[in-house]
């Protein structure tokens, strides 16, 4: 059997830097299998995994993860376990995840908050511009305190300032305007997160949640 010209013998026989062999050549009518066993061979690109989850920041401590945002309200009923939720809406503005919150909340059974019958669920619908415009995530906290959720809860909303966190109520609303201040979230607002955050506590003391 004759041998390629380029083939040669030399390696075998002490060299220390073998030729290269050239590629066999394919009969066209091979050709397509060929091909698909080379693209089949070939390195594929790594795909980002998707994302599991949201990251919210807090005054008080290190980052809490949340589930992945889900429309709301969610079609199947959370399991009946201690958690923070927080309601969101899709915002563009916000990195890296587009959603910014509107409220957070905690509760020592999630199966029955956040619902329709919320408190709040008609000062979600109108910041949101509707309903379907409402996502939720959850924080599982299983296991937890009260006292250990109310903290993580207060450290978010100081983070954060959800404008749903506080009840404008004729109370508070008569407050704000003596004092010369802006719903929170709402163009031209002034920035006072103490502030808020103290009116929240006060709203949550009296039994607004």
Known sequence: ??????????????????STLPLPSVPSENSALYD?????????PVQPPPPS???????????????????????????????LYAILVADNGCRPRPYRPIYFGQTGNMSNRPTLSHEHFDDWCRVANGRENLFVSYAWMIGSSEAERTNIEEGLIKRYNPV??????????EFLQGRGTAVPGAFGASKEPDFYAQIAQLARLLGSK
Request: hydrophobic content about 35%; overall charge negative; proline content about 10%.
């Open 1 to 18: 059997m004759g041998q390629s010209s380029d083939f040669d013998f030399s390696p075998f026989f002490g060299n220390t830097k073998p």
């Open 36 to 44: 698909c066993i080379l693209a089949l061979c070939q390195a594929q």
């Open 53 to 83: 989850g949201i990251f919210f920041g807090r005054d008080n401590g290190g980052q809490v993860q949340f589930s992945e945002p889900h429309r709301f309200p969610y079609s199947l009923t959370p399991p009946p376990f201690e958690a």
């Open 164 to 173: 749903c966190n506080i009840q404008f109520n004729s109370f508070f609303g």
